[in-house]
């Protein structure tokens, strides 16, 4: 059985504590390998290689900085091939889904090789008479980045080539369950000629987690992943004064109107509820269909779901792969179960899948007739399962899709400018589309959702992923040519 080791310093290794996990092959339900899973000790030991590393990168020049980014960048995209194979082996995801998120993290990779310019100060000249003020950002020091196992190359990439190309140093606390592509990571960086020490992987469970929590040389933490943790991973780090961003899970309404180009919304809605077999942070869960929309929306719908093709992510011609373990199978099984009982409409049931494979298989699923006290309805299943809900008007949509403290992402489908800006304006969600269903935002500008989807003021990648990495100094400067006339207790203003 392979072992999946830390990589610490610049090198891998076991480390000390020799707990383990298994890592599933999701597409045969084979156990593929085990991962070690970091104690405190070994949490320690990558914080202190980060700490020694710190001072000399924060240190190299932006020039050099950036120009080590482009390496790294170029050692992704020569390697994108390996990281996706990676990507669905462990996770499930088929393998053009795959290539998708690294072409996406690529992008905030590509972003970061611009740090000279997203560093640049604000420089004001005479502010009072013969004063200079200016400001600069500096890097915080040791970073940590916690992440899920639905992108296990993208959310990565969403913080660490930030947090390095800024100065920082970087702990990576990769899922537990799909591991690999940190490790191929960690080696592109060295290959790109990073120092050693910062960027680490130290793979673990709750126990590195809170290790990395109450670390005391530990700046700041990004985390993404489920609400209840998110918030967990907030409360526990601020605590300790560290600097955190923690976004959290996402229940994501897609409103659709009378006037919408209904085979396209069906389209978009197969696409963006059961691509990854549903396991996006951005995917859509609930339709909501506006007045007489929602008969011939169901029925376009069940006919495309029922003929998207299932089958391993590695297999040419899957469209969507088994789902990731098989506890997240029962879940999601039970999930169905559930909106049967409350007596919702089970249009397409998913357990009917028909697959020759032993693997964590559920089909596209579709309910119709949901309502909002339902847990179909209520809960993120992560799972490939889409709730329609019915309503009357526009107006009630919005009201529906506020009252959910989940706001991650929502879309509209409509042909009507009027109606997508009063829904752009009026709901309470970070990430908006219009006819377009995964509204996730180029790497040049930030993702994040709001209320129970982030924890934090910051959101990642873009400015605010520079804004959340660096902090800033103000700096008003002057260089008297006389000796003045003596003290003046008067708080300063410009003169
Ligand atoms: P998760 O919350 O179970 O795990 C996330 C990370 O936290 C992992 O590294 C895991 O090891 C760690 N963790 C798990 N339980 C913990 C505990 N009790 N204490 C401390 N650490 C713990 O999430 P997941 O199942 O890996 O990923 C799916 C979730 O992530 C979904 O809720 C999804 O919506 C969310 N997600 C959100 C975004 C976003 O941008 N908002 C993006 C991707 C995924």
Known sequence: ????????????????????????????????????????????????????????????????????????????????????????????????????????????????????????????????????????RQPLGVCA?????????????????????????????PSERDPSASNLVAELYAEAGLPDGVFNVVHGDKVAVDAILDHPDIAAVSFVGSTPIARYVHERATA???????????????????????????????????????????AISVAVAVGDVAGPLVKLVREKAQAIKV???????????????????????????????????????????????????????????????MDVYRDEIFGPVVAVVRVGSLEEAIDLINGNDLANGTAIFTASGRAARLFQRSVQVGMIGVNVPIPVPMAFYSFGGWKQSLFGAHHMHGPEGVAFYTRAKAVTSRWPEDAEDGPDLHFPTAV
């Open 1 to 136: 059985m392979r072992t999946i080791k830390h990589w610490i310093d610049g090198r891998d290794t076991a480390g000390e504590s020799s707990r383990t996990a298994p890592v599933w092959n999701p597409a045969t339900g084979e156990h593929q390998a085990d991962v070690l899973l970091a104690g405190p000790a070994d949490v320690d030991a990558a914080v202190r290689a980060a700490r020694t590393a710190l001072a000399g990168w924060a240190d190299t020049s932006v020039m050099r900085r950036s120009r080590l980014m482009f390496a790294f960048r170029n050692l992704v995209e020569k390697h994108l091939d390996d990281l996706a194979r990676m990507v669905s082996a462990e996770h499930g995801k088929v393998l053009e889904d795959a290539r998708g998120e690294l072409i996406r993290g690529l992008e905030v990779i590509d972003f970061a090789c611009g740090i000279p310019h997203l560093l640049k100060g604000e420089y004001s000249d005479q502010v009072s008479t013969d004063v200079d003020l200016f400001s600069f």
């Open 311 to 373: 089958g391993p992510g590695l297999r040419a011609g899957s469209e969507m792969g088994p789902v990731v373990s098989p506890e997240a199978l029962e879940r999601i099984r039970g999930y169905i179960r559930s909106g049967v009982t409350a007596g919702a409409d089970l249009v397409v049931d998913g357990r009917d899948l028909d697959v020759q494979e032993d693997g964590f298989f559920v089909g596209p699923t579709l309910f119709d007739h949901v309502t909002p006290e």
């Open 240 to 282: 300790g004064g560290k600097r955190v961003q923690a976004l959290g899970g996402a229940k994501n309404h897609a409103v659709v109107l009378p006037d919408a180009d209904l085979d396209l919304a069906a389209d978009q809605l197969i696409a963006a509820g059961y691509g990854s077999a549903g396991q996006r942070c951005m």
């Open 145 to 173: 980045g916690i992440t899920p196992f639905n992108f296990p190359a993208m959310v990565p990439m969403w913080m660490h080539p930030i947090a390095i190309a800024t100065g920082n140093t970087f702990v990576l606390k």
